[in-house]
């Protein structure tokens, strides 16, 4: 009943339930809680009904609420039907007041405990039901430990508290505001802010962040206290049922003795390791390690758990999913379905994409050479680099600016998610591993290196001092989230590699997906990288990029400012071999899967330089001709001079309003059809090449930009003529396709088919073409704010857009199949890597995707996940 | 049956049918071409059956093919189904040779008739069998005229002729050739030819040129000569029921006495004119006109006739619906409904808007300053400027510089249509009103003035001469095909006004077409000439063209380098008053009918100089720089250079790698709602004006460039708020909706259809998307190759694509309506004019057209004629 409970209510009902122990409570259902929002009033048969279970809990412990003899005391505890840790507001020890306090103090014999947790509730109350900030509190604290000359909140004596009390009682009155010293009211209150806290500016970015419904609501549970703080026989932590950084299978627990609520999670004091608890409280001890078994069996999954032990009783408060980092979250779900509490299809669905895809952040390549600066635990993975700042506010700020920061905090709250999400990578003085800052840098994915004790973060004068060095806002440091460590400066990263566990799930992933997986990839060094990634085959090589290294690129040039088909093909035949070379190297790295190989795509003047550099050149060179004297060094000069001019009008002549839709691709090919020629030669005598060594080769021959059928006809006409005459008497098979990138292509996909063994969607010109954007235009002038304004549900080049380009792609499948029912359809556009493109793709049946070599793991997670999700294929 | 006996040998049969005197005679069928042009062989069986007809002729005829008695001499002629005037070929006097020219003598008593009937068969058979050219027969002709000092071919003696036919067949030998002698063999290989001359490069380019297909072929028709040649009291002549270039009801006809065959047509003699003919032979004359009556009632139409008269006795050679000049093509089918031959929705159906295009060509605008050169006949309506060229295959080049051209030639003959094509207007020296140049000009629509015999054309030395001046290539000319003059240099032309007929006609047409028709206009002045031609309100008016005139393209220049919002309202503020005053004019003018008003659509960048002319201009100022010394010019010039830097900066935040696909329409009304804002506050401040004067507004609120549902949406709610507040408590109305230019438009017009009252097709902008072309780039890099190689069946820029782009537009009405069954749906784009895409248009149930003011009588007529042709709304 997580839905209506929350989480924290359905786990503490369903812990009662197998007979764990908790202490005894109800829940006010996230109903009431939209009720609530929605009307601004607690319904009064509401209030009625949490009075009569109030009752009921009375009589279960034979306390009473307000009661000035045995004290009922109870917290008022959100909890979300999705977890929200931290977000949402919990006030402890309600019932509290000048009288109950002195009655809990008798009844307890406890008198600096009573006071201890009344000073709390002072706290809590002021915090979470009037916004007082938690500094004004916590500046008296420090202040009274100063004072009375002690180091932890632990050693403050009953008078001191009773001191801290009534200086917190003055800063109620600072706000015009007065403590209520109603229990009724209290709890009235309190139910009231819990409802509110929903709406927190905090929670409502997180929940924007993890994509969670804002109509939800929280659910309310209203729990008899249990007490951690009474003493040293008392103890508050929490504990994973496995490690939630590695996914090892072994109890991972903090905990501070007389203590209560949040003080371990807020990072208050650091808190102590669970070996110290076998040897303090033994009993407690065992039936941590108990629950903890029962609950992972129970709940099939790792656990996260809250619990307090009273004067040597173990309670249970919470029960929930852990969190847990990228890698762990892989090994305990492979390990789940080792130890048969799952199959692999739930550990496959269990594991995100995002999951994954931190598993493959980089890493730190350390070379001797580094500064380290510090060392602290290592709380979520990874490695990131940048600016140090000290804030949310400036780290939204210089993110605007595109700056990759480090966001420094003595300790982090709900108040610096906002700032986390901008940063890539977090660094805390304060906390453990499973304080804010650790637990929401594993949720992101994000480096974070917490609790180094070794450095001080000022942020009045905002500093980060170590020993006698300063750091400030626009120093550079690199976060060493797997190690602790922290650098100075920006180091060089190393993609991580696989872990085995995720090497078994992606096995798994290839059983399942009927999606085939290939790679972009433009060099040969990719296309190996691609398959140690798994992938099945080249969705796209680019061969223009052949044509970039500096011999190449001058008899491009050549080759591009020949007047007359002869000196064109003599510069072809130059090039001639350098692409066979590329082909033979492509096709076996890929023995055995396709290799497809799009021909020459961009506008011949991305090959020549621009024409402001030319134009430079020329104003330089008539400078330097009006101050020489000397002949050969004029006649030299004119004849640079010359050939700049030559230059420059073939820039002009080939210069283009809007290059993107111009004279390139197929219309290239259809004019000069001698590239094409020459390129389609070097594949086929690749392909004999590299079969003559006993490989197995799939070459397919793409053509770019066809937007008319008469395109891919007449090119193919002309191009398998070329193919069987370098073939000669070789066997060499190959398809010949055609990208899909003009919307006019999708729609007369039929007619295209004809002609075509194969489609390759270009999902980036398409979507340029279908939104009428130029990508390089709109990204910086209005499709960010397209994006953040909510105009575009999403940035259309990271994920396929699809109710436009989308439709047209379906189109496409349908119109191309009907026509060639074996037509093979793949998508090589950069949304290929993309979960939610992947998703769709499978959706709408085309073969497979083609993704960025790295981007392979993802892509086959994905579409194993697609299928499990969705099915079809 | 003329798809199998083609134009000429229907006609013959019909006639025959109806009882009129033509000569006997056959015709081989189309369907025998196709066969023969296939496999290059005339069947066995069909030979036996011409040699069945040809004996049936013998019989009918009492003469003998081949006698040499009374010989049966045949003329072989060339007719499609569909005509091509003088494309294909013909041969007369079929069956003389050596012995039967002696019996045609003897026989008539007339040796000169028999020799120059003789002379003329081996001149054909020459030129149409051996393909041997017609100047080295003319030249001979020429020096035989000389030698015997006459002037016309029918001066020359009979030992002329004798004299003749020898050096004619020393022609032969020149070329190895023999001329046949028999008979038999010459009929065998005079049908081959004509056959053949269906593929002639001529008749190939007329047929491109007339979509004619290609696999229709020729009929032969084989009929007994009659001659035209017996003496004086023999003629030869073409008529028209009706004046071809006025379209009066008056026969128009023109013969040579004693000439034989195509002597009229070809201009070798100036021929003359009918009222001598009343006079010469005043039976033969009351048979032609009684014979053109019964013609026209018959076929309903104007005809074509060509006439001999033998000795005295008045024979039809060929009937067929008369070319006509558009104005007389309008007049006649009007008439011919007023004399109920037809009905209107027939005279509709006549007049292809392609003739209605040529009325309303250009006319001179005389002042009286004119150098005039000469007069001749005019031949065909119209006025055009042009350079001098004097052959086919230099204008085809001078064609390709997109130079203006005018043909001069000493007559036209088929080979010339090529350059015809490509020329502006014709001038020639010779030929009368039904010479090859005067028809073919008149198909064409291009001004032709013919037989001016004050000029010579030198075709060695390439001049033109008029007493002793010379005009060459280069020099420019105007020629007045309206009133036959023709002028030095260029003039300044004049719209031609429409017809009475042709508003008769345009009425009709209104009462049948469903699509409404609205003129694209730009100005208020536009907007005028609009209504005049019938527009029934503005499809679209660009505001952006408002804000180019010379004070408001500075204020728009402050308003576009402000930097805050204050002083962009400030300048905006400038341009209000302006803009009121615009669409109060249009308003205005409009009265009763709907006013699309496009909010600005163009980049920013548009308004602003380009960056080549600012850098010139610091260039120049930095020079300027170095040689000031004057403190105060220095800061004078240190000022400006200040101030073209902030501009440049501006020039360059704004420039774009494909302006097209960038910051432009809506993107820019979302990012600067202020600018739409004055716009939609000027549109209702001029509604509630010209409301208050009296008028009845329909302003249409246009959004250009969306692409997606929300930016819709967010305009209009942002804008109906300003119309709002501008309104105040004035009843305004209007309508709000956007241009479907972009593809993702057409695929979610269901979701946008939310929020629009109207849609408006921008098919230059969808077309560009759809395909993926730039228009500015591709008309000169590759889509004339495209259309001309036939990748692409016609320039998707002049006719809408119906296979892509119109698919989309399909889509776009259908998902539209389907949302808002009261959506207004028209199209604004270039298109709109063009009668095929006003076809599509009405196909799919669009609601309107809008094209250039010019266009709109076209647009009326193919509105109807689309309806009556196809149905639908």
Redesign the interface.
Known sequence: MVDILGGKGAGLAEMARIRLNVPPGFTVSTEACVEYLKTGKVKETLWAEILDHLSALEKTSGKKFGGTQNPLLVSVRSGAAISMPGMMDTILNVGLNDHTVKALSDLTNNERFAYDSYRRLIQMFGEVVLSISHDEFEEKISEAKKRNGVRGDNELSTTALKDLIKEYLEIYGKFREKFPQDPMMQLRVAVEAVFKSWNSERAKTYRQLNDIPETLGTAVSVVSMVFGNMGDDSATGVAFTRDPNNGEKKIFAEYLTNAQGEDVVAGIRTPREIKDLQKEMPHAYNELIKSADTLEKHYRDMQDIEFTIEKGTFFLLQTRNGKRSAKAAVKVAVDLVNEGFIDNKEAILRITPQVLDTLLHPQVKYNGSERVLGKGLAASPGAASGTIVFSSERAVELAKEKKKLVLVRPETTADDVRGMSVSQGFLTQKGGMTSHAAVVARAMGKPAVVGVESMTVNLREQTLRIGDEVYREGDTITVDGTNGQFLLGETSLETASITPEAQVLLKWCDSYRKLGVRANANTPLEARIARENGAEGIGLARTERMFLGNERIQIMRAMIMSTTLADRLKYLDQLLPMQVADFTEFLRTMDGYPVIIRLLDPPLHEFLPNKEEILSEIFDLKLKLGNTKESKELDDIIGKLSDLRTLLQTVKNLE????????RGC?LG??YPEIYEMQVKAIITAAIKVKEQGHTILPEIMIP?V??M??LK?LRERLEEVARKAAGDKDIDYKFGTMI????AC??AD?IAEFADFFSFGTN?LT???????R???EG??LA??VEE???PTDPFATV?E???G??MKMAVERGRKTNRNLEVGICGEQGGDPSTIHFCNRIGLDYVSASPYRIPIARLSAARAFLEDGKR
Do not use: C, W
């Open positions: 283009e309003f809007n290059p993107m839709l111009g004279f219309r259809l004019s930009l937007g008319h008469n395109e007449r990138e003009i919307p006019r729609i007369t007619k010109d340029q073409m279908t939104f009428g954007y130029s390089d235009d709109a002038k209005f704010n397209y909510g105009i575009l857009d109710e436009g380009v439709e047209l």
